[in-house]
């Protein structure tokens, strides 16, 4: 089999098949990527060098830049990225280039499946139409159906095996061959009538945490007026045995995911005059939140009679989530440009994430005027010593990684702006202000 995107979800996917005993081909545009696979280098949190570099040892994992390969594989799965264009509309671009480069190759009998994220209708509309230029009958001489990745990076509880799947096909053989090929390494597989509701089926998991968040997040907005601790009342809220589910407030969305897989459902609900009222209100309120905490910094900073610009703010953990090296989307990235936009001196520490470019796109509204040169260079994480906690005039607690010591932020800060409950219970000689 092919796996075509080694990334986050297809890594992770191809490790499991081939420590399964398929013989798995890995494909990707990128040659330092496959060359790390072929030395059996992890550059994926979840998955394990040594496991890697077992599975490429046996010739069960190979990877390439050439997508030949599929033409000796009986299934091909497509996992690479779906993210959105300037203008905010989904981008094939990705799945366009990956189907093409797998119909080159398709036989009679094979099976694609698609698990990239993307707008109910893809395959129908975009993928099937694609494969019949093959002149095979997609169903009948090629099997297609979709396949929606679940993976949550950084989850030592669930993983790959342990997520049910959920697959659709285009039609029911297409269906009944790709539960069968995931069945050999997932132990549920949940099959539904077609690829569009698969692929709805994502898009409902993602944008109902969206809009759960989004309320949380307007939620908080709201306790911070009214002087209420949001993480005391979302805690008594859950001992509710039913009817409630807690969701947390924090910095803001970030990863491949949240902040814009509900999006690719906006757009396609738009093209059929239906608006996703609820989808685009989360998308703002969550937006906003990277604001909100620079506004929050100021304020707390303000009480203490200091200005943003001069002051020294360290920023702890830059990755979208706790726990994982991920920076894509993340709130850190937006807190950063706009207090280094404000005049103050910036610096991070994550453990996970050794240097970052803020980079400059972001158009910085400064002084009335919009710069665009007016951002940081390359920076380096800081190591968190007591010393360092002490100089910062704030520190502002974003991802909450466990390897982070908490204790000792309070102890050794003067001023906390905690955006994820992280210091709760915990008392020093810093003032602690909670999102
Ligand atoms: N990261 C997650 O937690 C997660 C979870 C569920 C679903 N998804 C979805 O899975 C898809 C992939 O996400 P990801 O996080 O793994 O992305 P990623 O950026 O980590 O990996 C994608 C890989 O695809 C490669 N690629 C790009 N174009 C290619 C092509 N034409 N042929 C072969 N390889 C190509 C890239 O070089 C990259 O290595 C997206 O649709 C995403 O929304 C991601």
């Keep these: 089999m ?24 890995g494909i990707d545009v990128d040659a330092e990527r496959v060359a790390a696979v072929n030395r059996g280098d992890s550059y994926i ?4 060098s040594a496991i890697l570099a077992g599975v490429a040892a046996k010739g069960l994992l190979r990877a390439s830049t050439d997508p030949a390969a599929v033409a000796d594989c009986d299934a091909v799965i497509i996992c690479v990225p779906t993210p959105l264009r300037k203008t905010k509309d989904p981008d094939m671009s990705f799945i366009v280039d990956a189907v093409t480069r797998v119909r080159g190759h398709a036989h009679a009998g094979q ?21 019949a230029e093959t002149g095979l009958a ?9 396949s929606p990745e679940r993976v949550d990076p950084g989850n030592k509880r669930f993983t790959t095996r342990n997520i049910p799947k959920v697959v659709g096909g285009v039609n029911e053989p297409s269906t009944h061959v790709a539960c069968a090929l995931y ?34 997040n307007e939620l908080a907005l709201i306790c911070d007026r009214m002087g209420l601790d949001v993480w005391e009342v979302i805690e008594a809220a859950a001992t509710k045995p039913f009817g409630f589910m807690p969701f947390y407030p924090g910095p803001g969305l970030g990863g491949h995911c949240l902040p814009i897989d509900p999006i690719y459902l906006s757009w396609k609900a ?12 989360a998308a703002k309120v969550n937006a906003a939140m990277p604001r909100h905490v620079v506004e ?4 707390a900073l303000n009480d203490e009679a200091k200005p943003v610009r001069g002051s020294a703010i360290l920023v702890l953990g830059v990755a979208y989530k706790r726990d ?17 936009a404000l005049g103050a001196t910036v610096a991070y520490s994550d453990p996970h994430v050794p240097r970052l470019r803020l980079g400059s796109h972001l158009h910085l509204a400064h002084g009335g005027h919009v710069r665009n040169e007016d951002v940081t260079p390359d920076m380096a994480s800081a190591e968190l010593t007591p010393e360092r906690l002490a100089a910062a005039d704030c520190v502002v607690i974003v991802a909450n990684h466990t390897a982070f010591d908490y204790a000792a932020v309070v102890r050794h800060a003067r001023l906390v702006v905690d955006t994820r409950n992280a210091t709760k219970g915990l008392a020093g000689g810093a003032r602690v202000v909670k999102l």
């Design 2 to 25: 092919a796996i075509l995107g080694l990334g986050y979800v297809g890594l992770p996917l191809a490790t499991e098949f081939a420590l399964a005993g398929f013989h798995v081909w």
């Design 324 to 340: 994982v090296a991920d920076i894509r989307e993340s709130p850190a990235l937006d807190i950063l440009k706009h207090l280094a």
């Design 111 to 131: 099976l694609i499946v698609l698990e990239s994220t993307t707008y109910p209708g893809t395959c129908e509309e975009l993928v099937a139409p694609m494969l």
């Design 45 to 48: 949190g979840d998955v394990n």
């Design 138 to 146: 997609v169903g009948r001489g090629l099997f297609l159906a979709f």
């Design 270 to 281: 738009k093209l059929l005059d239906v608006e996703a009222s609820f989808i685009d209100l």
């Design 183 to 216: 069945s050999a390494i997932i132990e549920r597989v949940h099959p539904v009538s077609s690829t569009k509701t698969a692929e709805m089926v994502k898009l409902l998991e993602n944008t109902f945490r969206s809009v759960n968040i989004g309320l949380i």
């Design 296 to 299: 929050k910094i100021a304020a």
